[in-house]
């Protein structure tokens, strides 16, 4: 096995995202750009897009950190929009987009065309929130973003998993099909019900980092691979372990947190990056196998799909938003009532990515009897414009039209207070629990170790409200900053000196590496409280 092109993919899509925050254009769309360009360079290998590979094996690490990042709490708030998004658009998008193609390509089977429909029919929100982030959406639009592309996916699959089986000829029909997708909804949150707790139990009662983090990095795989082996939903069964663990993570030993935040930041960052570079790289896979279909036709089939992906969506927003207002006195009065801005930019934010071309290259080369499966090429091409339209086209513009509405921004100066105030009552209770500790001669220690306990605890309640503060107007840092800077200084100056202690033989590597060790938790511990 040549292991060379997997090397020069991964190591070329990470240098191309490290660029990216260099310049103000999206790191998904600079790579999606980019592997267009080098697909036809000379020598470049063919990067054919494995649907066994990127569906049980990419996906769920993904569709794991990203739930994992995520709030329990507010995506539970938002649920009625996220589940018309995840679940009502994606099948009204299939039908619309299904029904739309039908008309528009001569000869092509209504079956074929809802296949096509499923196919493009979920939106990869990992460009979209990444733009949200950066622009400064309010927090409500993030969340129903996120919220939607965790779940979006499984609706999508197994749409089209009852549309495919009516094009190969399995008998599906609307009742098996209504029953295929409660059981494989029911099912994936069931698998994921059930395996969260005993997972948790183990991730609390590993006394290994290592051993929590190797398990951190298979919980994915497991739910997934253990709801698609009873045929349920395994993209469900990722997306609800991932949650629950992810709002139980503070029950988790703080260096297993430590380590499992660095691994899967690096884990996230190195599969994003792949993922889009892999899609601009399908260009000549996809085109080599339009045949017939080349020139004007194809272009202008590619032009209209888009077309009516986009109008679609936004023929769902506004009265997926709307509507429940205006039949729900109980939705009125419990909840803002919504300017048309923030359905406008979800509407817009509507982009595809790799799960689609996934899909589509997993439809089968021939149906029941050895026919070929009718337009496979012609769906393969117009899932490929699609997406690359929807992220181009989209991706580059969403965030001046974020810019252009001009949505009120957080409030900085109130974020502190809120988090002042926590911290204030967080310190309370430690000092009480301190005192009374200190007050069992079990615990006794010297005065000044005691006094070394009081004097973090005050550091840590200060530093919050130092923030406030007027800055030095030598230097122009505030408090924080400057005590950030002589910490590092300080820092620094014992890191050196244990080098030379090292480099002159008083002590070995091994306790180099204890001593440093020590000091990047108390640099990390530092930069946290005036972070």
Known sequence: MDVM???????????????ARRTPVPAPLLLVAVGLVVSYVPGVPDYTLDPDVVLPLLLPPLLYTSATDSSYLDLRAQLRPVALLSVGYVLFATVVVGWAAYLLIPGLPLTAALVLGAVVAPPDAVAATAVARRVGLPSRITTILQGESLLNDATAITAYKVALAVVVGEGASWAGGIEEFLVAA???VAAGLILMAPLHWLRTHLKEPLLQNTLSLLIPFVAYAAAEQFHASGVLAVVVVAL?????????????RLQEDAVWKMVAFVLESAVFALIGLQLPVVLRGLGSYEGLDAAWYAFALFVVVVAARFLWVYPATFLPRALSARIRAREENPTWRGPFVI?????????SLAIAFSIPLTVEHGDPFPHRNLILFLTFTTVIGTLVVQ???LPPLIRMLKFPGPDPQAATLAEANA?????RVAEERLDALLADERNALPPP???RLRSVLERRRNAVWERLGQVNPVTGETIDDTYRRLSREMISAERAMFVRLRDGRYIDDEMLRTLLRRLDLEEAAAYRETA
């Open 449 to 451: 170790l005691a006094d």
């Open 395 to 397: 991706g580059l513009t």
């Open 5 to 19: 092109p997997l090397l020069l993919l991964v190591a070329g899509s990470a240098a191309i995202a490290a660029a």
């Open 244 to 256: 629950y663990l992810g709002h139980r993570a503070w029950e988790v030993d703080f260096a297993t």
């Open 186 to 188: 029911v099912g994936g």
């Open 423 to 427: 911290q204030a009552q967080a310190s």
């Open 347 to 355: 509407g817009w934010a509507g982009m595809r990515g790799v799960v």
